[in-house]
């Protein structure tokens, strides 16, 4: 369980890696409200990283930190971007699920339940995604396309980073 812990662990960094690499791109290419929406979701992966950290330091197990992958560095549009943020976040979803299978076999309780947070947020950033997609398809479909990703950039600009609370929340 430990190990599978530790990977998942590695697996919440590179997910942040990548987040920010959009960030990167989307600031480069003038999107600032996209870059601000990336830049977001790179923090609520420092903290989903962080809580497997405390997680396994609690239960008096040893973090292992692994290198990190690099990211992508470039992407053919913001479209593409949140396609591969969605391919992503269904990947990690289904990490999680093993996790979970895990536990259960293991009759691991403890980690069972810490893990249930992590299943109810997958479900949440999947649907940003999917919510987001369907936006970007709307703007891509209609007339003056770049007038509709100018507001949409304005909506994802509003997006603000909430820290969890400490432990457990
Ligand atoms: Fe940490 Fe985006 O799941």
Not at 146 to 165: C, H, I, Q, S, Y
Request: hydrophobic residues 40%; glycine residues 8%; charged residues 25%.
């Amino acid at each position: 369980m430990l190990e599978a812990l530790n990977s998942q662990l590695n697996k919440e960094l590179y997910s942040a890696y990548l987040y920010l690499a959009m960030s990167a791109h989307s600031t480069r290419i003038g999107l600032k409200g996209f870059a601000n929406w990336f830049l977001v979701q790179y923090q609520e992966e420092q903290t989903h990283a962080m809580k497997i950290y405390d997680y396994i330091n609690d239960q008096g197990g040893q973090v292992k930190l692994a290198a990190i992958e690099q990211p992508p560095t470039e992407f053919e549009s913001p479209q593409e971007m949140f396609e591969k943020t969605l391919e992503h976040e269904r990947f990690i979803t289904r990490s999680i699920n093993e996790l979970v299978d895990l536990a259960i076999a293991e009759k691991d309780h403890a980690t069972n339940i810490f893990l249930q947070w992590f299943v109810t947020e997958q479900i949440e950033e999947e649907g940003n995604d999917n919510e987001i997609i369907s936006k970007l398809k709307l703007v891509g479909e209609g007339e003056g396309g770049g007038n509709g990703l100018l507001m949409l950039d304005k909506e994802l600009a509003a997006r603000v980073f909430t820290p969890p609370a400490p432990r457990g929340g």
